[in-house]
């Protein structure tokens, strides 16, 4: 161990904790988290998936053959790192952004079809002790939260980890929720992935706080910043923030709010041009932190990997995601779906919709959904 540890929640703002730097070298005085060789390399394979399932994603997109997708490129570290943090029956509430999460605890033929615009995509989310995604901004903050807090009243020490973007904090949910959160000790984990935009909105014009969390302090529990692009930092931080919430071994569970530096390479969502408001270079700058290379530069100077074993993992991993594409595919929804579930009585103007499409496919079969009549 360095004699100079980092202290992991005790951190001027400015100064994220770190174990890698740019290169994939440990930077000194950091504290190389203590796992096995084969969660390394796991972790290596996830981030690998997360970024090849998103290419595959958006092309997917731009063949029509998806619906809107939101990438995740540039944030994999943080998303597979806090996922390993966990135990497998911890729960997870997400944005729409972190399928990094998803890949971790298994990348299914259903979690694609929900992109798809399948309804029932979403339901093999729940056996992975997943809250399936939210797309209203930060809603999903004190649904996390009172499930932390259900758990806790049960006596079940399971934790909750709650996945938001810096956008999210500038909703009230955000703020009932972790003040609830530091009232009660519910057993939660705040992630908040600062990558920098919320859509075209910068940073700083989301909060005049030096940090996100910082905002903790208000809230009465601890707040950190991490390198989000470094896994083993990512890891780190949210073990003991997991550790934290579960076995505390100085008194009751607390939360923590995490706030993970990184940045989206991509766009906001497959409909956005994010050439409209920001600069290449910002984005160059920000490639150079790629927490893939990274990571990799780590585990082939610990002899983990080499030229042949990457080269099997890529194969590997572009046959794993062909095959979960290829079965979410090979479905036939019936177009009628698109009206069930909205309510769950079916209103005149539904039903209306609702037989308006039937008679069309009485006259044009399954053209009709082409037609505009
Ligand atoms: C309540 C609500 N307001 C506005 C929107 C529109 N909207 C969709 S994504 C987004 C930005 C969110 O940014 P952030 O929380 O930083 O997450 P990121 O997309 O960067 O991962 C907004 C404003 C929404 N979905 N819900
Ligand atoms: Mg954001």
């Not at 930077?27 to 290419?55: C, I, K, N, S």
């Not at 030096?210 to 903790?216: E, V, W």
């Not at 529990?221 to 071994?249: H, T």
């Not at 009206?339 to 209306?352: L, N, Q, S, V």
Request: contains cysteine; negative net charge; aromatic residues 8%.
């Amino acid at each position: 161990m360095a004699t100079t540890e980092q202290s992991l929640f005790d951190r001027a703002p400015g100064d994220p904790y770190r174990v890698l730097d740019e290169d994939g070298r440990v930077v000194d005085g950091a504290t190389v988290p203590d796992l096995a060789d084969e969660q390394l390399l796991a972790m290596y394979r996830e981030m690998r998936t997360a970024r090849h399932f998103d290419e595959r994603m958006v092309s997917l997109q731009r063949q029509g053959r998806i619906g809107t997708y939101s990438p995740l490129a540039g944030q994999e570290a943080a998303q597979v790192a806090s996922t390993h943090a966990l135990r497998e029956d911890d729960w997870i509430s997400y944005q729409y952004r972190e399928h990094g999460a998803v890949v971790v605890r298994g990348l299914t033929p259903e979690y694609v079809r929900y992109w798809m615009g399948y309804e029932e995509g979403n339901a093999s989310l729940v056996d992975q002790h997943i809250v399936p995604l939210n797309i209203s901004i930060a809603g999903h903050i004190p649904h996390a939260t009172g499930m932390a807090w259900a758990a806790k009243l049960k006596g079940d020490d399971r934790v909750v980890a709650c996945h938001f973007g810096d956008g999210a904090t500038s909703e009230g949910d955000f703020h009932e929720g972790l003040n609830f959160a530091g009232v009660f000790d519910t057993p939660s984990v705040f992630f908040c992935h600062n990558n920098q935009w919320a859509i075209s909105v910068p940073r700083d014009r989301q909060t005049a706080s030096a940090t996100i969390a910082q905002k903790a302090d208000a809230y009465g529990f601890n707040g950190v910043q991490v390198d989000g692009m470094d896994p083993l930092a990512s890891y780190a931080v949210s073990r003991a923030a997991v550790e934290k919430a579960r076995n505390p071994a100085d008194g009751e569970a607390r939360p923590t709010l995490v706030e993970t530096l990184l940045y989206r390479f991509g766009a906001h969502t497959t409909a956005d041009d994010p050439t409209a408001y920001r600069d290449e270079a910002e984005v160059e700058a920000w490639r150079e932190k790629d927490p893939i290379p990274r990571f990799e530069a780590f585990l082939r100077d610990r002899d983990l990997l080499d030229d042949e074993r990457v080269a099997t993992i890529e194969d590997e991993i572009e046959e794993e995601v062909a095959a979960v594409v290829r079965e979410a595919e090979d479905v036939e929804p019936d177009p009628a779906d698109l009206f069930a579930d909205a309510y769950a009585e079916e209103t005149p103007r539904i039903r209306e919709q609702r037989e308006y499409l039937e008679r069309l496919r009485e006259r044009h079969g399954d053209d009709a959904l082409l037609r505009d009549e």
